[in-house]
């Protein structure tokens, strides 16, 4: 993990990653998996340039990130030209398979969105319609906790139905 293009990759579309969020406090999103986590990037094959970054951590910030069950997804981010490829999935099979080499007990896997009431997201509904799955909405965030089994269910299910197992 090439730690360096991962940072300049995020803070390169830092204004494009949703977050309503000042700059520091998206450095620190950015960051923590570094530290606390783990973190990857997705590569175009042919130019080998970075088109998306995703950064996690075990356990949450509010309990010292002692609650290593669950799985708090920080940043993922696909540039906007490659989001209609087969990307998405290939990029959720290896962070599924990162979380799991990383740390087996994970149960629950959660993460926050901007929320916006007038342009309902199809992916993250799929993600919040997986049995055992939340969504909530606080101020302008919408928080997600999906289970870690059902949703590696889910993307070994749209795998086989892509061709992509």
Same mark, same amino acid.
């Given at each position: 993990?090439?730690?360096?293009?991962?940072?300049? !990759? =995020?803070?390169?579309?830092?204004?494009? =990653?949703?977050?309503?969020?000042?700059?520091?406090?998206?450095?620190? $999103?950015?960051?923590?998996?570094? #530290? $606390?986590?783990?973190?990857?990037?997705?590569?175009?094959?042919?130019? &080998?340039?970075?088109?998306?970054?995703? *950064?996690?951590?075990? *356990?949450? *910030?509010?309990?010292? &990130?002692?609650?290593?069950? #669950? %799985? +708090?997804?920080?940043?993922?981010? #696909?540039?906007?030209? &490659?989001?209609?490829?087969? @990307? !998405?999935? +290939?990029?959720?099979?290896?962070? #599924?398979?990162?979380?799991?080499?990383?740390?087996?007990?994970?149960? +629950?896997? +959660?993460?926050? /969105?901007?929320?916006?009431?007038?342009?309902?997201?199809?992916? !993250?509904?799929?993600?919040?319609? =997986?049995?055992?799955?939340?969504?909530?909405?606080?101020?302008? =965030?919408? $928080? &997600? /906790?999906?289970? $870690?089994?059902? @949703?590696?269910?889910? %993307?070994?299910?749209?795998?086989?139905?892509?061709? @992509?197992?």
């Amino acid at each position: 993990m090439n730690f360096k293009s991962y940072i300049e !990759f =995020l803070l390169q579309h830092h204004a494009e =990653l949703n977050l309503p969020y000042s700059f520091a406090m998206k450095l620190s $999103f950015v960051g923590s998996p570094l #530290i $606390f986590g783990k973190a990857m990037l997705a590569y175009e094959e042919e130019s &080998y340039d970075t088109v998306g970054a995703a *950064g996690f951590v075990y *356990g949450t *910030g509010a309990n010292g &990130y002692e609650d290593r069950h #669950i %799985c +708090q997804v920080e940043v993922a981010f #696909i540039l906007a030209e &490659y989001r209609r490829t087969s @990307l !998405f999935v +290939q990029g959720l099979r290896a962070l #599924i398979d990162l979380i799991r080499e990383g740390n087996p007990e994970v149960e +629950q896997v +959660q993460f926050w /969105t901007a929320a916006d009431p007038t342009d309902p997201d199809k992916l !993250f509904a799929k993600f919040s319609a =997986l049995p055992g799955s939340t969504r909530s909405v606080v101020n302008e =965030l919408a $928080f &997600y /906790t999906v289970s $870690f089994r059902e @949703l590696e269910a889910y %993307c070994r299910r749209f795998e086989r139905r892509t061709g @992509l197992a």
